[in-house]
């Protein structure tokens, strides 16, 4: 998009996912003010961003972007914390960076002023698989309620100029969907944690990706997976959904051992 302009964006929460958005932020041009519980003034003077501790201050920072990047478990906390009356521009734009996306759409209505803007958002990468850029990689958003086209579209052309495959659905149909994908590869590596699977001299390639995605999933905290649990409605149909496919394999196996060898004697 030639007419995109250069947004004022407020991040609030500047851990690892705040910082690994906010690099590329900055490289594509956007002005960047930052808000956190924990002090990262230091790696904000680092990457040329103005660090508030006071959150009212930030809010009074005229921003035309205020992009939650907070944990699934604290957001509700946070939004409620800030002093939404001392908004400068009523328009202002409220995105947020949720994998669950009816919890913080849903808090956000009832929270921010009428007049606010809003957009749910899901960057299905982190600083890992976006570690290389972000070409061909998921983008998932929600207009929830939008009155100034412009800013919306220019914070989307950040993803999409990046290569993001842009992806526009309602926060219903994407925690559908997030349920029976990203909660269950989480549920099957944590699995595979508890289970206690290690590499063997003997490994198959499968079983090699299997070693994978249990590592992987175990590098994300169980803050997130509980997350993904807790504030998505269909994430507990989904476990049980799993639970009874593991009983029918199990089932099918103990039917097909009798079949083999006789049934079991007591």
């Known amino acids: 998009m030639s007419n995109s302009r ?16 906010a690099k590329t932020m900055i490289k594509q041009g956007h002005i960047l ?11 904000c003077l680092q990457l040329g961003i103005q660090f508030f501790r006071d959150v009212r201050t930030f809010i009074e920072a005229n921003n035309d972007v205020i992009l939650i990047c907070t944990s699934i478990l604290s957001f509700k906390e946070v939004l409620s914390s800030m002093p939404l009356v001392c908004l400068m521009k009523p328009t202002t734009l409220f995105v947020d960076v949720l994998s669950v996306k009816e919890h913080p ?16 958002t899901h960057p299905m990468f982190g600083p890992e698989s976006g570690k290389d850029g972000w070409k061909d990689l998921n983008f998932m958003y929600d207009k929830v309620r939008i009155s ?23 926060c219903e149909e994407h925690d559908k969907i997030a349920a029976k994908s990203q909660f269950i590869t989480h549920t099957i590596g944590r699995t595979l944690a508890e289970m206690g699977i290690e590499s063997t001299p003997i490994d198959t390639k499968g079983f090699q990706t299997l070693i994978q995605l249990k590592d992987s999933t175990m ?10 649990f807790v504030h998505n409605r269909f994430a507990k149909q989904e476990l049980e959904n799993l639970q009874h496919a ?15 060898l006789g049934p079991e004697k007591d």
């Open 33 to 43: 003010t930052a808000t956190s519980r924990t002090d990262y003034s230091h790696s």
């Open 148 to 170: 100034n086209e412009a800013t919306c579209s220019n914070f989307l052309h950040i993803f999409a100029s990046e290569g993001c495959k842009m992806l526009q659905m309602s």
């Open 219 to 228: 590098r994300d905290s169980f803050d997130l997976y509980s997350g993904l």
């Open 105 to 120: 759409r849903k808090l956000l209505l009832r929270v921010l002023p009428e007049e606010a803007d809003i957009l749910c």
């Open 246 to 260: 593991l009983y029918k394999v199990k089932e099918t196996l103990v039917q097909r051992t009798s079949e083999e």
């Open 6 to 21: 250069s947004l004022k964006i407020g991040i609030v929460g500047f851990g690892s996912f705040g910082q690994f958005l």
